[in-house]
């Protein structure tokens, strides 16, 4: 019986993770932390992602990747420790409407049950898009995360601002 929920768990966290953002994000560079001999070091590495319902507004963040042998086979446990930064890069428009807390990326951060996740919120008050990323487990989270704000501004001679408010479900 308990093989069995065991393997029911597996096969529904892979599928889980496989339903991950369908978007790959762009790699921008990696630097290495942790020499390791004759395997992979230990990287910071930078990625780049463009938010796929407010078109305008890309985030970058930094994340820890593991060396070493569990590293080179890709079955190490990721840490938490997350960074994120999102700007206003072009003119802010929205492709449809989102709910407070939509998920814009998603990644796995273990072999089974750990994923990394940037999810997006509007402070209508404020007119700011809002983003936080997090990671999470089956059973229980990380208390690590990062926020980070777009105040959405005219862009060039267009003094056209969309309310953020005004895409909301």
Known sequence: MRL???????????????????????????????????TPDDKLAVYGIDDPVASGVSCHFTVPEKGGVSGMFGVADEVSDISLACR?????????????????????????????????????????????VYTDRLIDGSPKNSTSTVPIMPWGASGDVPKCADFMN
């Open 88 to 132: 206003q890069v072009g003119p802010i428009s929205f492709t449809g409407k989102f709910d407070q807390g939509d998920v814009v990326f998603r990644q796995s951060r273990s072999l089974f049950f750990k994923k990394m996740q940037i999810v997006r919120g509007c402070d209508a008050k404020r007119n700011v898009l809002v983003y936080l």
């Open 4 to 38: 069995r929920l065991a393997l029911a768990a597996a096969i529904l966290a892979l599928g889980w993770a496989g339903s991950a953002s369908a978007a790959e994000p762009d790699l921008i560079f990696r630097k290495s932390t942790v020499w390791k001999f004759l």
